[in-house]
């Protein structure tokens, strides 16, 4: 598999340089990012790095979306105002503005 190609005028750039693994192998592309691409092991970096997961966040960046887990404390996406937070009694939800 490969790597969903990087446009230069990406909105964040962060996907195509780096990944944070917590101390018990959760992988998020982020702090700001709250969902988990992978888990290593069983997974090794590189399934979980050119994975589906992976890229279809790649995906959602160069399309725009920002709809894998891209939330507003992010300073990227609040600073292009494309999602709104709301709490219920489900929990927190984003939504595109």
């Given at each position: 598999m490969s790597v969903v190609e990087k446009p230069d005028d990406a909105a964040c750039h962060i996907p195509w340089l780096r990944m944070m693994i917590s101390t018990g192998?959760?992988?998020?592309?982020?702090c700001y990012n709250v969902r988990p691409l992978g888990h290593v092991p069983p997974q090794t970096f590189e399934e979980?790095?050119?994975?589906?997961?992976f890229n279809?966040?790649?995906?959602?960046?160069?399309?725009?979306?920002?709809d894998r887990g891209c939330t507003d404390s992010c300073p990227i996406v609040s600073s292009r105002g494309i999602l709104k937070s709301s709490i219920s009694s489900s929990g927190l939800h984003y939504e595109r503005r």
């Open positions: 192998g959760t992988v998020h592309v982020c979980v790095w050119e994975g589906d997961e279809a966040l790649r995906k959602s960046i160069v399309d725009q979306t920002f």
